[in-house]
Every structure is written in structure tokens, then in C-alpha cells.
């Protein structure tokens, strides 16, 4: 009896293939519907930690979920049902070769790049005299390449995909638009709850009929970064670290203990008591992020659970 999803092994009808990513399963329905299972696994640093944490997977693709229907009004996005608290059916599109990364903030890569002494970013000037989490004049968009197996992404201008051909210039205008859409509709709903939409990634596809859509999260603490408001000034005054909401401190606890991911280190262990801490915390970020009590799912046995709602659904 699993009481996390870390697996799955379903076999629906008409499913054609399954895509393993790191912490979401694929199925391929008959090349025209996807069902994607956000399960319990936990990655950082680029690799998959040994052990899932509880309603995780619920966690980000109900996030994911409520955000889709809060922006659907600004940007189509490929969702088409939830049969399931962890699972997401979507119309089968064709993945941009980019993720649309947007900063409204010098955090994070862009602050370590900037420690450095780079004053651009994918080909993108940034001002002088920032420091560390101040807010840019308006926000930037600097994608990355979108690796296959397992690769880091990459940073990339606007000029090298437009002339490398990964997206025409017809179709980069609207994934520009759009994103700058969604980032400004996530910092004003970010803002009725008290928090600072940082800097987020979008990931857009294409329909068979050729419309371009939102896939993929979004505004997930996995895909994004948060700060609280409540602060925010002092804090950046007095040179102190902002108070974040994101998975950020799942990586300070692998740094503390000795891993970044590079060879040789060991990932450190994983109490039960800390699994049910990480828990905790996403619970946390689920009910600040959308401004609601988190509603746990039966988890008596999750796997039986997601096969029989997806059947269902699929009959239906």
C-alpha cells in the first residue's frame, strides 16, 4: 500500500507511450490527450531525491490547476480536465524547444551572474548598482534551451533562437507577449496574498490546429519564486536575506549536509521526521500561494486511486 506516488506502471486504453520526466509521468493517449501524473518525488540540483513526500504531487498540480483557470481569460493554456487531485489531462500539443523564463527581481541565477560582474543576461542589459533581490526597472525575459535527457538547461537570447531557428519570429512575439501577460496577472494575484512574484518559467506548446498554448506548471514554488511582501523593504535596507516561499530550502538542506549533485557526494538521509517537515512546508506554500485551507487526498493507497479516476474519466 503506497501511501506516495515515486512510480507509476499504468496501462490506459489507447495509450500509445509514457515519458518519464523528474518529478511528472506522461501518458500518450492515442496522440491526442495527455495525462500527466505529478507525483511525490522530490528533485534538486538536477537529480531525483530517494524518497517521495506526501501529498507533493497534489500540492503543485492543483497550484498548477487554479492558476491555468485564473489566466485562461489572457492565454489558452492545453488543460482540458483534473480527474484527480495529482493528475492533469491535456490536449497533446508540440513543445516549444524554450522555457520563457521571467525576473522581476535580481534574484537567484541573475544575482550570481551579476555577482560575477555581468551586466547581461540571454543578451539582456541590466542596470548598475543593483544588489542582491532589488526589483529591475520592469521585468526581463531570459529564456533558456529546453535540454533533452537529464542536460542542463542552457541561457539564450532572443537572437540566437530567432537566427538557430528553434522559434520562428511570428511565434517568439506571441510567447513574449504571453508571458509577459501571465507574470503581471501572477504578480497581482501574488499581491493579494502578500507576496512578491520573483521570477517564474513558462513552458509553451503548439495544438495540432497550430494555436499556441500554455503547458506544462505554472506558478508552482517548484517552477517559481516568491517572496513574502510584509518586509520586503526593510529587509532589502538592512542587506538581510528575504523571507521566500519556494524549494529553496530543500537545496540549503543538501548544501548543509554536504550535496550540490557533484560526483562523489552522497545524498544525505531522509528521516521520516524530515520527509513530514518538507511536507509541512509545501502544505505551507500551497495554502500562502493560493490563499486556502489544502484539502488532503485519500492516500490510503494513491496509485489505485489515480488508475481508477483516470479510467474513469477516459470511459467518460
Same mark, same amino acid.
Given at each position: 500500500?503506497?501511501?506516495?506516488?515515486?512510480?507509476?506502471?499504468?496501462?490506459?486504453?489507447?495509450?500509445?507511450?509514457?515519458?518519464?520526466?523528474?518529478?511528472?509521468?506522461?501518458?500518450?493517449?492515442?496522440?491526442?490527450?495527455?495525462?500527466?501524473?505529478?507525483?511525490?518525488?522530490?528533485?534538486?540540483?538536477?537529480?531525483?531525491?530517494?524518497?517521495?513526500?506526501?501529498?507533493?504531487?497534489?500540492?503543485?498540480?492543483?497550484?498548477?490547476?487554479?492558476f491555468m483557470e485564473l489566466?485562461?481569460?489572457?492565454?489558452?493554456?492545453?488543460?482540458?480536465?483534473?480527474?484527480?487531485?495529482?493528475?492533469?489531462?491535456?490536449?497533446?500539443?508540440?513543445?516549444?524547444?524554450?522555457?520563457?523564463?521571467?525576473?522581476?527581481?535580481?534574484?537567484?541565477?541573475a544575482a550570481r551572474e551579476?555577482?560575477?560582474?555581468?551586466?547581461?543576461?540571454?543578451?539582456?542589459?541590466?542596470?548598475?548598482?543593483?544588489?542582491?533581490?532589488?526589483?529591475?526597472?520592469?521585468?526581463?525575459?531570459?529564456?533558456?534551451?529546453?535540454?533533452?535527457?537529464?542536460?542542463?538547461?542552457?541561457?539564450?537570447?532572443?537572437?540566437?533562437?530567432?537566427?538557430?531557428?528553434?522559434?520562428?519570429?511570428?511565434?517568439?512575439?506571441?510567447?513574449?507577449?504571453?508571458?509577459?501577460?501571465?507574470?503581471?496577472?501572477?504578480?497581482?494575484?501574488?499581491?493579494?496574498?502578500?507576496?512578491?512574484?520573483?521570477?517564474?518559467?513558462?513552458?509553451?506548446?503548439?495544438?495540432?490546429?497550430?494555436?499556441?498554448?500554455?503547458?506544462?506548471?505554472?506558478?508552482?514554488?517548484?517552477?517559481?519564486?516568491?517572496?513574502?511582501?510584509?518586509?520586503?523593504?526593510?529587509?532589502?535596507?538592512?542587506?538581510?536575506?528575504?523571507?521566500?516561499?519556494?524549494?529553496?530550502?530543500?537545496?540549503?538542506? *543538501?548544501? $548543509? !549536509?554536504?550535496?550540490?549533485? %557533484?560526483?562523489?557526494?552522497?545524498?544525505?538521509?531522509?528521516?521520516? /521526521?524530515? #520527509? =513530514?517537515?518538507?511536507?509541512?512546508?509545501?502544505?505551507? *506554500?500551497? $495554502? !500562502?500561494?493560493?490563499?486556502? %485551507?489544502?484539502?488532503?487526498?485519500?492516500?490510503?493507497?494513491?496509485? /489505485?486511486? #489515480? =488508475?481508477?479516476?483516470?479510467?474513469?474519466?477516459?470511459?467518460?
Amino acid at each position: 500500500m503506497s501511501t506516495t506516488i515515486t512510480t507509476t506502471n499504468f496501462n490506459f486504453p489507447n495509450q500509445k507511450s509514457v515519458y518519464r520526466g523528474k518529478v511528472r509521468e506522461v501518458y500518450n493517449i492515442n496522440d491526442d490527450l495527455l495525462v500527466m501524473v505529478a507525483t511525490d518525488r522530490l528533485s534538486a540540483f538536477d537529480v531525483v531525491l530517494p524518497k517521495g513526500i506526501p501529498y507533493k504531487g497534489q500540492i503543485l498540480n492543483q497550484i498548477a490547476t487554479k492558476f491555468m483557470e485564473l489566466t485562461k481569460d489572457i492565454v489558452p493554456n492545453w488543460l482540458v480536465a483534473t480527474p484527480d487531485p495529482s493528475v492533469a489531462v491535456g490536449h497533446l500539443c508540440t513543445p516549444f524547444k524554450v522555457e520563457m523564463v521571467i525576473r522581476g527581481y535580481l534574484s537567484g541565477h541573475a544575482a550570481r551572474e551579476y555577482a560575477l560582474g555581468k551586466r547581461t543576461l540571454c543578451g539582456v542589459a541590466m542596470p548598475e548598482g543593483l544588489k542582491e533581490n532589488d526589483k529591475f526597472p520592469e521585468p526581463i525575459i531570459t529564456p533558456t534551451t529546453k535540454a533533452d535527457n537529464g542536460e542542463h538547461d542552457a541561457d539564450i537570447s532572443r537572437e540566437a533562437i530567432l537566427s538557430n531557428g528553434i522559434v520562428t519570429e511570428e511565434d517568439y512575439v506571441v510567447l513574449e507577449k504571453y508571458t509577459r501577460a501571465l507574470f503581471q496577472r501572477g504578480t497581482e494575484i501574488a499581491a493579494s496574498r502578500g507576496l512578491i512574484l520573483v521570477d517564474t518559467k513558462y513552458e509553451f506548446g503548439k495544438t495540432k490546429e497550430g494555436q499556441i498554448v500554455l503547458i506544462d506548471e505554472i506558478h508552482t514554488p517548484d517552477s517559481s519564486r516568491y517572496f513574502y511582501a510584509e518586509g520586503y523593504q526593510e529587509r532589502q535596507e538592512k542587506g538581510e536575506e528575504q523571507k521566500q516561499l519556494s524549494k529553496e530550502f530543500v537545496r540549503r538542506w *543538501l548544501i $548543509e !549536509n554536504g550535496f550540490q549533485g %557533484k560526483e562523489g557526494q552522497q545524498i544525505p538521509e531522509m528521516t521520516e /521526521e524530515y #520527509i =513530514e517537515s518538507v511536507s509541512d512546508r509545501y502544505i505551507e *506554500l500551497y $495554502e !500562502n500561494i493560493i490563499g486556502e %485551507k489544502f484539502v488532503k487526498a485519500d492516500i490510503t493507497n494513491i496509485n /489505485e486511486r #489515480i =488508475e481508477n479516476n483516470v479510467l474513469e474519466y477516459l470511459k467518460g
